[in-house]
């Protein structure tokens, strides 16, 4: 198939540019999403066993962030299929409790897109696991508001196959290591109720 890859420098705000990535297959334009890391077996980022994408290029450069060099939309490698398959399949042993998109930020335009047709692909193939996603946005004023800063056409489609999304700034003032999966205490652990209304995770200790 002939594609083309593209760079487009964009404005991400007045003082800040990031280069993206576009593929042209056709006449139909892909973005690239771009990864630095994916952990295995991680117990740190939500619960239970889980596997661990980090995407690329975040755009709330809090203070204090314990990974900078995320900020970058173009730092890593290329979310291509064959790694998205190997990552599904890494999920099949049944100790794997689901998968966490963290950053950088997911909810970054870019990323939704990159990460939407991913978790379709979990969902349809693991039922019964579940998607944690952290964000350093806030639900209600960010993503949920059609004029929200992360709300775009992916973003309720993506919002709704995730099963815990911890929102939120990390805030240095705030910050607490006793917290359990956050960073500062402003952040909060949510998940959908029977209804659909997102709540406070049902297991949250602290
Ligand atoms: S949202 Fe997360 S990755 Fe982005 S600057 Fe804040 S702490 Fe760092």
Redesign the pocket.
Known sequence: MLFTYIDLLIIVNFFHFETIHFEIIGSSIFIIMKYSTIKYRDIANGEGVRNVLFVSG?T???KG????Q??DFDYGDEWEENIQEEFLNQCEPSFIEGVTFL???PMEEVNQKGLLPLAKAFKQRFPEKTIWCFT?YTLEDDLLKEDGKAHFSTTEEFLSLIDVLVDG??VLEKKDITLQFR?SSNQRILERNDKGEWVTWSKKMR
């Open positions: 975040c709330h450069h809090c962030c314990f990974q900078p995320t900020w950053g950088g930020e350093g700034e990390f960073g």
